[in-house]
């Protein structure tokens, strides 16, 4: 739930769900790695969590490459997002937020942009 660690330099791959999921109020660091091929997102972000997400390849998966729901927020900069089927990143803040910016953002117009 409070977790915070580094997760550095993996090939995350081909998995039938979530390749990297962050929940509660994690924080922790993602970054350097390869994370291709899930059924569904590469990085999910949800409850609290605030990790920093950087420089990461995160491609070819069936959802979007970073979904980050509920109150999460974060640091996202620096990754290569491509052939995701929903798309790079989405931003679907929940009922209960109080995220005003329920726009998705896309990391090609807003590069190093963090969500805080």
Same mark, same amino acid.
């Given at each position: 739930e409070n977790a915070n660690p580094v +997760?550095?330099? &993996? %090939?995350?791959?081909q998995g039938h769900g979530? #390749?990297? +999921? +962050?929940? #509660? %109020? *994690?924080? #922790? *660091?993602i970054r350097y790695n390869v994370i291709r091929g899930?059924?569904?997102e590469g990085v999910y972000v949800c409850g609290n969590a605030t990790p920093s997400v950087t420089e990461n390849v995160i491609g070819d998966s069936t959802g979007h490459g970073i979904l980050i729901e509920d109150q999460a927020r974060g640091e996202y900069f620096d990754n290569v997002l491509?052939? &995701? %089927?929903?798309g790079g990143v989405q931003h679907n803040p929940g009922p209960n937020s109080d995220r005003a910016d329920a726009d998705p953002v896309d990391a090609s117009e807003h590069p190093g942009r963090p969500l805080a």
């Open positions: +997760v550095e330099q &993996n %090939s995350i791959q979530r #390749g990297i +999921v +962050v929940t #509660g %109020s *994690a924080r #922790g *660091a899930h059924e569904c491509s052939d &995701n %089927s929903d």
